[in-house]
């Protein structure tokens, strides 16, 4: 099955600048999504971003998707150590049946925000 | 708010037990899921179920088997569980439909010996 690659898979960064992630994905899709994961803990939703969206924003959070190069991009403007965690991205396949219901996630970039 | 819950935060079970892993929402989703996260490898599917007593098989079924009797309580059972198991198991929820944010609850670790 597809599943979402992030880039980097670590970064490491001040408080107060600004952090990308990105993600590449190979089939295509209705929809993808972007989870955090503080340590240890359960997987949180970001924000959600539709095939026909090019770009969405949430407070500080922008996210860009390019469909024709299958790549999505997760930017975190002013961070602050409570950014710290790993972020996901997730697609889902694009078709009906079993797997209109299902996302595949990638494995994740580790950020870390320096005080 | 929505809340996922999962009986254990952490499990530790002997080789060759039954274990059983039980997530409870509390949003009346339709979806429900069973993932595991391993190091490196990122979550993968377990199985899914998008109705009562409806299931699915994801990535990786082997070894596992759900069960769904009621919509808000999805059961994950090992049923003679093996060191390759170890891992953190997360169970999430949500609508209908890929357009929908999944709802995972916070994880249980499990230690199989």
């Known amino acids: 099955s597809q599943q979402g690659e992030e880039d980097p898979q670590a970064l490491s960064i001040q408080e107060g600048e600004n952090a990308t992630m990105n993600c590449s994905y190979k089939t295509s899709i209705n929809n993808l999504q972007w989870y955090r994961q503080n340590s240890g803990r359960g997987l949180v939703h970001l924000i959600l971003?539709?095939?026909?969206?090019r770009e969405k924003h949430s407070g500080r959070l922008r996210v860009t998707l390019d469909t024709s190069k299958k790549s999505s991009s997760l930017l975190i403007t002013a961070s602050r150590a409570a950014d710290t965690a790993s972020y996901f991205c997730a697609t889902d396949e694009g078709s009906g049946g079993g797997s209109n219901y299902k996302l595949t996630f990638g494995k994740g970039t580790l950020l870390t925000v320096n005080p | 708010d929505v809340k996922v819950t999962q009986s254990s935060r952490y499990l530790v079970k002997r080789t060759g037990e039954k274990v059983f892993l039980e997530c409870v929402q509390d949003?009346?989703?339709?979806?429900m899921f069973w993932y595991r996260q391993d190091p490196g490898l990122g979550l993968r599917l377990i199985y899914f179920s998008y109705d009562v007593k409806m299931k699915e098989k994801g990535d990786i079924p082997e070894g596992y088997s759900v069960s769904r009797e009621k919509k808000e309580r999805f059961s994950l059972i090992l049923e003679s569980a093996s060191t390759n198991q170890t891992s953190m198991y997360l169970c999430?929820?949500?609508?209908?439909?890929?357009?929908?944010?999944?709802?995972f609850g916070p994880g249980t670790r499990l230690t199989v010996t």
């Open positions: 999430a929820s949500s609508y209908s439909g890929t357009r929908y944010a999944q709802y």
């Open positions: 949003m009346d989703h339709e979806n």
């Open positions: 971003i539709r095939s026909n969206e």
